[in-house]
């Protein structure tokens, strides 16, 4: 599986170069905003999703940016804030 930087997401795909999970996010003028998460039912229960919001993360320190969660899923898993 690869995750791949496209625009404001960060998307992971299969050996097939299938999308198999998503995360957004927005940016405000020193937030990244993490507003929806997205897997694909049949590669649930692998942790894709904290991948994915964890490359937001890392991205958002490289960037010297804060974490909203707005996302249900990033709220449930890291907290309204980071």
């Known amino acids: 599986m690869i ?3 496209e625009g404001k997401s960060f998307r992971m795909y299969d050996e097939n170069d299938v999308m198999i999970g ?6 405000y ?7 929806h998460t997205f897997v694909d039912p ?3 229960g692998q942790k894709i999703g904290d991948k994915l919001i964890l490359k937001v993360i890392e991205k958002a320190g490289k960037d010297n ?3 909203v969660y707005t996302c249900s899923y990033a709220v449930k898993k890291f ?4």
Do not use: A, F, P
């Open 22 to 27: 998503e995360v957004t996010y927005l940016v």
């Open 42 to 44: 049949n590669h649930r």
């Open 79 to 82: 907290g309204n804030k980071k």
């Open 29 to 35: 003028d020193n937030i990244y905003e993490i507003n």
């Open 3 to 5: 995750i791949k930087e």
């Open 65 to 67: 940016k804060e974490i």
